[in-house]
């Protein structure tokens, strides 16, 4: 029910976009975010924007990434720049109604030094 897609390799400085694209959900009324999990740690949030499109961003990333949404192409969209080794991992897109939640399969992204 969420596709995410664009992770891929890319050099310390480089830009990536994450794309999670929802299907047989009703997207607008969902509240959106961006996890990560480098090896070896916990999931992590990084960005999140809710349905009334405030978002919220991890110390780590604020200036580097940003989240949005297009509801008419249900997808949320994480622009991350500046890239570094250390935002290195999997990154997964989960939307949430109420207690219910919604995670995407995840796409690797691999930042080299």
């Known amino acids: 029910q969420l596709q995410a897609s664009g992770g891929g390799l890319v050099q310390t400085g480089g830009s990536l976009r994450l794309s999670c694209v929802a299907s047989?959900?009703?997207?607008?009324?969902?509240?959106m975010g961006w996890y990560r999990q480098a090896p070896g740690k916990q999931r992590e949030l990084v960005a999140a924007?809710?349905?009334?499109?405030?978002?919220n961003y991890a110390d780590s990333v604020k200036g580097r990434y940003t989240i949005s949404r297009d509801n008419a192409k249900n997808t949320v969209y994480l622009q991350m720049t500046n890239l570094k080794p250390d935002d290195t991992g999997v990154y997964y897109c989960?939307?949430?109604?109420?207690?219910?939640?919604?995670w995407g399969q995840g796409t690797q992204v691999t930042v080299s030094s």
């Open positions: 989960k939307g949430q109604i109420a207690m219910k939640e919604y």
């Open positions: 924007i809710t349905n009334s499109d405030n978002t």
């Open positions: 047989k959900i009703f997207f607008r009324i969902l509240d």
